[in-house]
């Protein structure tokens, strides 16, 4: 079973891009299997720094495919906008490969997401505007368009006409039913219906991104079998995180799409008996961008610490993230639905210059029980209050530490205090930035 999965146990921006990057060593193809330009990456690699939304960090590895599955939603502009900037940087994107069944999204879905988020005023879920609900939404109602239609222009005329049909009118009552909520709209916030919402100038421009795009259309799910059947090792890289997974995560704070291990195979085309490892990547401590609970939140200095130190804003917004202790029963949820059989642990180094570090091993419920497990109803999840363990802090600069033995003892302390916790090895742990600044863990198990 040489596939192997990379996903997030938190709520996002865990680092996953530089793990990926590094198992992606003896890999013959890394593939992208859900969400959409929302995510971002950032990668060191040879001292430059490289940002992606879309394209899977693999891109690097010019020796593997780098795919884009079906269970993506692509934005042709940042897409072209993405290969440009590779090409720039002198790096090849002769090795993408993006799904024929991938959809795409829409100058409307961009639209749409932005106005539900005015809509819903202060109750926002803060998306990242990027069009990815409307598009997955589309998907489901059937009006969806796929890359593969980008290459047939009558067949993308005509779904494109359906599909607009269908956005006026809702944008209408958008439009109509936040008027009255808010009694009337401030200028900046009217919708405008523009050419975003016009048939020809859509299809023109789709036409033209389909083009460009022609060499890199494929049938990747063949793809993936071809390498897997061949005992080549596939890397399967999720974007997201558990916390944030439509059906599992907490809703409705969370993203449109499956950011679970299982989801890997609906997303790239593979059947669950081709995964062998499933990795969850899970930062030193929490963070989350957007509404939604967050129990170990904090508000105080240690907070703005992780913030600082972390560089905590957001690689796809700008966004400030919101900070906290990790969670050690949220994580404990992640490892159970992902069924983790590795942890990788990130961004260690920004804890150190803490006298104590906490870890919430429990939850105590607004009517006083104690909840050891994450809570089924989102609303006890919401008064929830977290209960900590307190473990001795570090204050030594351990981005230099290359091997277990280089880490103070209270760093060891804290991986195998979490690591035994939950059940599952923490075979990596990353202490700086770069490629090369991470200490492989021995497994004793
Ligand atoms: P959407 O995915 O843009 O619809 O946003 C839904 C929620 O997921 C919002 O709270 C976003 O902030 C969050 N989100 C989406 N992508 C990421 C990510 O890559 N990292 C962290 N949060 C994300």
Same mark, same amino acid.
């Given at each position: 079973?040489?596939?192997?999965?990379?996903?997030?146990?938190?709520?996002?921006?865990?680092?996953?891009?530089? !793990?990926?990057?590094?198992?992606?060593?003896?890999?013959?193809?890394?593939?992208?299997?859900?969400?959409?330009?929302?995510?971002?990456?950032?990668?060191?690699?040879?001292?430059?720094?490289?940002?992606?939304?879309?394209?899977?960090?693999?891109?690097?590895? =010019?020796?593997?495919?780098?795919?884009?599955?079906?269970?993506?939603?692509?934005?042709?502009?940042?897409?072209?906008?993405?290969?440009?900037?590779?090409?720039?940087?002198?790096?090849?994107?002769?090795?993408?490969?993006?799904?024929?069944?991938?959809?795409?999204?829409? &100058?409307?879905? !961009?639209?749409?997401?932005?106005? %539900? =988020?005015?809509?819903?005023?202060?109750?926002?879920?803060?998306?990242?505007?990027?069009?990815?609900?409307?598009?997955?939404?589309?998907?489901?109602?059937?009006?969806?368009?796929?890359?593969?239609?980008?290459?047939?222009?009558?067949?993308?005329?005509?779904?494109?006409?359906?599909?607009?049909?269908?956005?006026?009118?809702?944008?209408?009552?958008?439009? #109509?039913?936040?008027?009255?909520?808010?009694?009337?709209?401030?200028?900046? %916030?009217?919708?405008?219906?523009?050419?975003?919402?016009?048939?020809?100038?859509?299809?023109?421009?789709?036409?033209?991104?389909?083009?460009?795009?022609?060499?890199?259309?494929?049938?990747?799910?063949?793809?993936?079998?071809?390498?897997?059947?061949?005992?080549?090792?596939?890397?399967? %890289?999720?974007?997201?995180?558990?916390?944030?997974?439509?059906?599992?995560?907490?809703?409705?704070?969370?993203?449109?799409?499956?950011?679970?291990?299982?989801?890997?195979?609906?997303?790239?085309?593979?059947?669950?008996?081709?995964?062998?490892?499933?990795?969850?990547?899970?930062?030193?401590?929490?963070?989350?961008?957007?509404?939604? &609970?967050?129990?170990?939140?904090?508000?105080? %200095?240690?907070?703005?610490?992780?913030?600082?130190?972390?560089?905590?804003?957001?690689?796809?917004?700008?966004?400030?993230?919101?900070?906290?202790?990790?969670?050690? !029963?949220?994580?404990?949820?992640?490892?159970?639905?992902?069924?983790?059989?590795?942890?990788?642990?990130?961004?260690?180094?920004?804890?150190?210059?803490?006298?104590?570090?906490? #870890?919430?091993?429990?939850?105590?419920?607004?009517?006083?029980?104690?909840?050891?497990?994450?809570?089924?109803?989102?609303?006890?999840?919401?008064?929830?209050?977290?209960?900590? #363990?307190?473990?001795?802090?570090?204050?030594?600069?351990?981005?230099?530490?290359?091997?277990?033995?280089?880490?103070?003892?209270?760093?060891?302390?804290?991986?195998?205090?979490?690591? =035994?916790?939950?059940?599952?090895?923490?075979?990596?742990?990353? !202490?700086?930035?770069?490629?090369?600044? #991470?200490?492989?863990? =021995?497994?004793?198990?």
């Amino acid at each position: 079973m040489p596939g192997l999965v990379i996903v997030g146990t938190q709520w996002g921006d865990e680092g996953k891009g530089k !793990v990926t990057d590094l198992l992606a060593k003896d890999a013959s193809a890394i593939v992208r299997f859900q969400g959409g330009n929302n995510a971002g990456h950032t990668i060191v690699h040879d001292g430059e720094e490289y940002k992606f939304h879309l394209i899977p960090s693999g891109i690097l590895h =010019e020796d593997k495919y780098c795919v884009i599955g079906n269970g993506v939603v692509v934005d042709p502009r940042v897409l072209l906008e993405e290969i440009e900037g590779l090409h720039k940087a002198g790096v090849s994107a002769s090795n993408l490969r993006v799904s024929s069944n991938a959809h795409l999204i829409m &100058p409307y879905h !961009v639209l749409v997401d932005a106005a %539900e =988020e005015l809509k819903l005023g202060k109750l926002s879920i803060g998306t990242t505007r990027r069009g990815i609900g409307p598009a997955y939404a589309d998907k489901a109602y059937r009006i969806g368009i796929r890359v593969q239609d980008l290459l047939d222009e009558k067949i993308l005329r005509k779904k494109i006409m359906a599909a607009l049909e269908h956005k006026k009118k809702s944008l209408q009552e958008l439009a #109509v039913r936040r008027r009255k909520l808010h009694k009337e709209a401030e200028p900046d %916030e009217e919708i405008q219906i523009d050419d975003r919402l016009d048939l020809h100038t859509i299809t023109e421009q789709y036409l033209s991104y389909g083009h460009r795009l022609e060499p890199y259309i494929a049938d990747t799910a063949r793809l993936c079998w071809n390498e897997l059947d061949a005992g080549n090792k596939v890397i399967f %890289e999720g974007a997201q995180a558990a916390l944030l997974d439509l059906d599992h995560g907490t809703y409705p704070f969370v993203t449109s799409s499956n950011p679970i291990a299982g989801a890997a195979c609906v997303g790239a085309g593979v059947g669950p008996t081709d995964i062998g490892e499933v990795w969850g990547i899970v930062k030193a401590y929490s963070t989350r961008v957007g509404s939604g &609970p967050f129990p170990t939140e904090l508000f105080d %200095e240690v907070g703005e610490h992780m913030s600082d130190r972390g560089h905590e804003f957001g690689t796809t917004t700008g966004r400030r993230r919101r900070c906290g202790w990790l969670d050690l !029963v949220a994580l404990r949820y992640a490892v159970r639905l992902n069924r983790l059989s590795h942890l990788a642990m990130t961004k260690l180094d920004v804890l150190s210059g803490l006298e104590t570090i906490k #870890v919430a091993v429990r939850y105590r419920s607004k009517e006083g029980a104690l909840l050891e497990d994450f809570p089924y109803h989102q609303t006890i999840l919401h008064n929830a209050t977290p209960e900590y #363990v307190d473990l001795p802090g570090f204050s030594e600069d351990i981005t230099g530490c290359r091997s277990e033995e280089d880490l103070p003892p209270a760093a060891r302390e804290y991986i195998a205090f979490i690591s =035994e916790f939950v059940g599952v090895p923490i075979s990596l742990v990353g !202490v700086g930035p770069g490629r090369e600044e #991470v200490v492989w863990v =021995e497994d004793r198990g």
